[in-house]
C-alpha cells in the first residue's frame, strides 16, 4: 500500500469558468492558472504522483510549457493514473477536502464526486469530498482564492 497527500490553492479572478474535480460550477469568478486551473484536481494529482514517489504535478507539466495551456486537469489526473497502473497498483480510496467561501458546494458534491471517480476510472464510493468555509479568515475566507487537499491510499 501507498499514501499520498496533495494541497493546491489557486486565485479567484472574474471572467474565468469555475471548474472543481472536472465540473464547472456556475459563479461569478473563476480560479487563474494555466491549465483550466481545477484546484481539487490538481491536489488529487500532486497525491496521485505522491503515493508513487513521482515528485509533483510541475514535474510533468510545468506552467511554463505552452502545450499545458487551458488543458482539462483530467489530462493530468489520466497521466497520474498510468504511472500508477504501471507500478500494479489501483486506487483504494481518495478523500478531497475543498476550502472555498463561497459558492456553496454542496448542491454540486455529488457531481464532483461523479467526475473524479469517473476521472479515477473507480466507483464513486470511493471518492469522498469535503467542502468547507473558511468562517471568513484570510485570503481564501475573503474570496480571493480556492484551495484543496487530497488524500489517497493506493494497493
Ligand atoms: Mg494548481
Known amino acids: 500500500m501507498r499514501v499520498g497527500i496533495g494541497f493546491d490553492i489557486h486565485r479567484l479572478v472574474p471572467e474565468r ?29 500532486d497525491a496521485l504522483l505522491g503515493a508513487v514517489g513521482a515528485g509533483d504535478i510541475g514535474t510533468y507539466f510545468p506552467d511554463t510549457d505552452p502545450q499545458w495551456k ?19 497498483l ?5 478523500d478531497l477536502v475543498m476550502m472555498a467561501e463561497e459558492p456553496k458546494l454542496l448542491p454540486h458534491r455529488s457531481a464532483i464526486q461523479q467526475s ?20 471568513g479568515l484570510g485570503p481564501i475566507g475573503a474570496g480571493e482564492a480556492m484551495a484543496a487537499y487530497a488524500v489517497v491510499l493506493l494497493e
Not at 488543458?71 to 507500478?87: C, D, M, N, Q, Y
Request: net charge positive; aromatic share 2%.
Open 70 to 88: 487551458g488543458v482539462p486537469s483530467r489530462t493530468f489526473v489520466a497521466k497520474a493514473l498510468e504511472l500508477i497502473s504501471a507500478r500494479g
Open 90 to 94: 489501483g486506487i483504494a480510496n481518495v
Open 116 to 135: 473524479v471517480a469517473q476521472a479515477l476510472k473507480v466507483e464513486m464510493d470511493r471518492v469522498n469530498l469535503k467542502a468547507r468555509t473558511m468562517e
Open 17 to 45: 469558468p469555475l471548474v472543481l474535480g472536472g465540473v464547472k460550477v456556475p459563479f461569478p469568478k473563476g480560479l487563474l492558472g494555466h491549465s483550466d486551473a481545477d484546484v481539487l484536481l490538481h491536489a488529487l494529482c
